[in-house]
């Protein structure tokens, strides 16, 4: 139910966090086995039976269960469907269980990779500058979310967000006005306070509605709040619902469904906007994970347990000792006396076959490690990331050089995203700040431009010098190659997280610098240069006494 049509004083009982979006529920399965695999939560901590290991049928005591026929009467049994007592060998395999958080080594590369340049944001035609006043937008930009984070720091986290689930929700709010009486509307922008952004996860994103021209109109969100903690208790956490359309918000108690408080936002549409980690084909109102399938990476925690199972078995294998046969045959009491169960990490097995040491099968061992690289191997793929090993075997320099590109036009495709929806986010604050469509006008009067690298090929530094030097030697132009100079400047080791003044300051001095030579003038500076350092050796004068080639030398 859209919050403009909700009555003040009406509370919407436990409907109101019950009732959600179709998708909403069809992928919140999907959500949570992703933010587990993101962090490493969730079903790969646990050790009861919501653990993400997948138990074998006899892994449980209980797996069997007997019942008498009720026309026979004869004892029956049968698989137990919902095992719950499990076994040393389960308890075992759940304790030896690690989980390899490739997702965050897969996130982290892509990060790094798409804001090693951090994006160009200006207001007017002027380049910035550290000796002019920042315009408003500017200083919004210096504190998006109302707790003093940098647009460059908060874009960071929320595509980290985006990319392990799809997408993520940014909802812009208004705080109170400031510098005004109670009870009167502020009278021009100074007055009003920044507004500052929310980030919502899909798990909190209930429930949503479009109009028949595929414009969103309201949104559900779930929010959490904390309690006051002090020394003497612990705070509670509680949840609340948020609804809020093109005109208003609400929001209610998410179990009682008992209404809170509402207001007016004054953006005059809906202040919501999406920022996309990869869109989807047909359910285009959600994204999808870059990370790919989430059950890749729960199957591949089941292996890695598996593998280590069977590591241990081979190292604490059994030893068989001989019983002997005939009336001599010693019995099993006399040989355990003697020895004991256990020899120093082998237990011991008495039998009348020949002694011998068991040990399990190494294939088994083998075709578990190949097929633990190959679900790693799906799982890069499926990020498109190329796997570490490709790059050791024999694969041609033009499939990896194939498998880079691939991975720089991802990249840019992730970066296209983010301009998008920082465009998104200044048009919300420029409503929110002038005036609804007026706001417009005056983002349209500022020339506001946003503008992220288009693009992220991983060259070699060595490559990137030899291309430098290629422009240096083919006398390209003096303006080309300063600006060749200071989009190398982050490619030098120390030199990609630089502060804005200093890199300001290095780009100006770059502008300083004269042109560079052309061929021509290095051709000539080089002939000068021999001309003046050579010397004229004179001739020998044969007639002159006292040389060797003096008439009568030879003979002297």
């Not at 009682?256 to 936002?265: C, D, P």
Request: proline share 6%; net charge negative; with cysteine.
């Amino acid at each position: 139910m859209p919050a403009g049509n909700v009555n003040q004083t009406q509370n919407l009982g436990p409907k109101v966090g019950a009732q959600v979006h179709p998708i909403y529920q069809l992928m919140k399965p999907t959500w949570v086995q992703l933010a587990d695999v993101r962090e490493g939560t969730g079903g790969f901590l646990t050790t009861d039976n919501s653990s993400y290991i997948v138990p074998h049928p006899r892994e449980w005591l209980d797996h069997s269960a007997t019942t008498t026929d009720a026309v026979t009467g004869a004892k029956v049994t049968r698989v137990n469907p919902n095992p719950r007592n499990p076994s040393p060998k389960l308890q075992a395999r759940r304790k030896l269980a690690r989980y390899e958080n490739i997702a965050s080594a897969l996130l982290d590369s892509k990060k790094s990779l798409l804001f090693r340049e951090q994006p160009a944001r200006r207001v007017g035609d002027a380049p910035p500058s550290t000796t002019t006043e920042p315009t408003d937008l500017e200083e919004w930009w210096e504190n998006v979310d109302g707790d003093g984070q940098h647009i460059d720091d908060a874009m960071v986290q929320w595509w980290d967000i985006a990319a392990s689930f799809g997408h993520c929700v940014l909802y812009m709010d208004v705080g109170p006005d400031v510098d005004t009486d109670p009870g009167q509307a502020p009278q021009t922008a100074a007055d009003q306070s920044q507004p500052y952004v929310r980030v919502y996860t899909p798990l909190d994103v209930l429930d949503w509605r479009r109009d028949e021209n595929g414009t969103l109109i309201w949104i559900k969100l779930l929010e959490a709040v904390q309690g006051l903690t002090t020394l003497e208790s612990r705070g509670v956490t509680t949840f609340r619902v948020r609804i809020v359309d093109e005109v208003s918000w609400k929001l209610y108690d998410y179990k009682s469904g008992q209404y809170i408080s509402e207001g007016e936002h004054g953006f005059g549409v809906l202040p919501v906007a999406y920022l996309f980690g990869k869109r989807r084909s047909i359910l285009t109102d959600v994204g999808e994970s870059i990370l790919g399938d989430p059950r890749n990476h729960i199957d591949l925690f089941n292996l890695t347990s598996e593998l280590r199972e069977l590591l241990r078995n081979q190292t604490f294998s059994f030893i068989n000792l001989p019983l002997g046969t005939g009336p001599d045959a010693m019995s099993v009491e006399s040989a355990q006396a003697m020895m004991g169960s256990q020899t120093g990490t082998m237990n011991v097995l008495f039998s009348g076959a020949a002694a011998q040491i068991l040990t399990a099968d190494a294939a088994n061992v083998a075709a578990y490690q190949a097929e633990i690289q190959r679900v790693k191997r799906e799982i890069f793929r499926e990020a498109g990331v190329p796997y570490e090993s490709d790059t050791k075997d024999a694969e041609s320099g033009q499939s990896l050089e194939t498998k880079r590109e691939e991975l720089a036009v991802r990249v840019a495709a992730y970066a296209d995203e983010c301009q998008q929806t920082e465009y998104a986010l200044v048009r919300l604050w420029y409503r929110a700040r002038y005036g609804g469509d007026a706001g417009l006008t005056k983002m349209e009067a500022d020339k506001v431009q946003i503008h992220y690298p288009e693009h992220f090929k991983q060259t070699p530094f060595k490559d990137v010098l030899d291309e430098a030097a290629a422009a240096q030697n083919l006398g390209m132009p003096g303006e080309f190659m300063r600006e060749l100079r200071k989009s190398m400047v982050s490619k030098f080791e120390g030199m990609s997280n630089l502060d804005p003044e200093t890199l300001e300051a290095i780009n100006q001095a770059i502008d300083a610098m004269p042109d560079d030579p052309t061929p021509a003038d290095k051709l000539q500076q080089k002939m000068a240069l021999a001309a003046a350092t050579s010397k004229v050796v004179p001739k020998p004068d044969l007639a002159k006494p006292g040389t060797n080639n003096a008439p009568g030398a030879a003979a002297a």
